[in-house]
């Protein structure tokens, strides 16, 4: 398992990683969250060796990386889709790789098909598109097969499909036993995919949890349209004497007290068109905006809007 303990890096002045502690463990996606220039890479590096911590531990079952024996076969790290030779194919890269390390070049094909690019295995990087980069970059992660992943964020240059793939291929590792710590400032994306989310903001842990206690708590209730201010007026109404909590915004409603069904019953009652009736934010979403608007400023985005936790973090 990865263990971060008490983790402090200093840039000079900049205080990238501020006594960050926690675990990932085996069998579960651990979802490493933060806005931009949290610390997430950073950490990422100490875990790595590739760079010396301040102070505090980053270990690897119970290693630092320098320590560990065959670091191939031990941990499987993706940062950045960059450092290829663009003259080589995607197979032939792999193999450098297997070759260096001392393993059978034929994994490098097992894990051009793991990374959906066996069809482009004989073609140059140099032509490879910035998601079939980071695909070839989590081929060569899971080359050793080992039981440790790291990966920072690797869904950055995916198209959707790509998306849900690397979903599915994570999850597939978590089930075979594999610890997976993957970064992402993109919250929607470690929503749909982590098992455990730790959340960081200026180099210090904000929330360790598992991902079903966050998105369990209330965060918004449920996000209701109407027709115009009137509407929404006459609604409110109704759905307050239905014993509901209710906040206007503009033609829209954010209800919290009541289910969906009771919204609908008050709607036909006071003669309002639903335009929409939707769950509002989830505790995580709720928790990771307010910390992005925290760290970058602005003002919320239009609620319940589907692009917001996005691009509130982007
Ligand atoms: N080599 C470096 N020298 C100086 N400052 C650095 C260095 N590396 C990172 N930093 C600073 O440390 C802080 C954390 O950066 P880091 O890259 O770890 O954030 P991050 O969470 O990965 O952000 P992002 O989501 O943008 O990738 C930032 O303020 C960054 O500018
Ligand atoms: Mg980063």
Redesign the pocket.
């Known amino acids: 398992m990865i263990l971060v303990e008490e983790l402090v890096?200093h840039?000079?002045a900049?205080r990238?990683?501020d006594g960050l502690s926690f675990a990932a463990r085996p069998g579960q996606v651990t979802g490493f969250l933060?806005?931009?220039?949290?610390?997430?890479?950073?950490?990422?590096?100490m875990l790595l060796g590739l760079?010396e911590p301040t102070s505090g531990r980053a270990l690897i079952d119970g290693r630092r990386y320098a320590d560990l024996g065959n670091p191939v076969e031990r941990v499987g790290a993706a940062l950045e889709a960059t450092g290829f030779h663009p003259g080589r194919t995607a197979r032939d890269h792999l193999r450098v790789t297997c070759l260096a390390a001392g393993l059978p070049t034929g994994r490098a094909d097992e894990a051009l098909e793991l990374a959906g690019l066996a069809d482009a295995a004989d073609r140059r990087v140099v032509g490879f598109s910035l998601g079939m980069r980071q695909r070839l970059a989590l081929a060569a992660a899971v080359l050793g097969q080992p039981p440790v992943l790291i990966l920072?964020?690797p869904a950055n240059g995916l198209d959707p499909a790509g998306i849900h793939w690397l979903r599915g291929f994570l999850r597939h590792l978590a089930g075979l036993g594999c610890t997976v710590l993957v970064?992402s400032?993109v919250l929607a994306e470690v929503e749909q995919t982590a098992d455990h989310v730790v959340i960081?903001a200026r180099?210090k842990v904000v929330r360790d949890a598992p991902l079903a206690e966050l998105v369990g708590e209330d965060g918004g209730g449920l996000l209701v349209g109407t027709e115009g201010p009137d509407d929404a007026a006459g609604l409110a109404a109704a759905l307050e004497r239905a014993g509901a909590t209710v906040r206007v915004e503009g033609e829209r409603l954010r209800v919290s007290g009541v289910a969906a069904a009771e919204v609908g019953r008050a709607a036909l009652a006071a003669g309002a068109v639903l335009t929409e009736l939707s769950a509002g934010r989830s505790g995580l979403e709720k928790i990771f905006l307010e910390l992005t608007m925290a760290e970058f400023g602005g003002t919320e985005p239009a609620a319940g809007d589907p692009a917001v936790s996005a691009e509130a973090a982007s």
Do not use: I, Y
Request: charged content about 20%; glycine content about 20%.
């Open positions: 890096k840039f000079g900049v990238a990683v933060g806005p931009n220039g949290a610390g997430k890479t950073t950490t990422l590096r760079v920072d964020e970064s400032h960081v180099g």
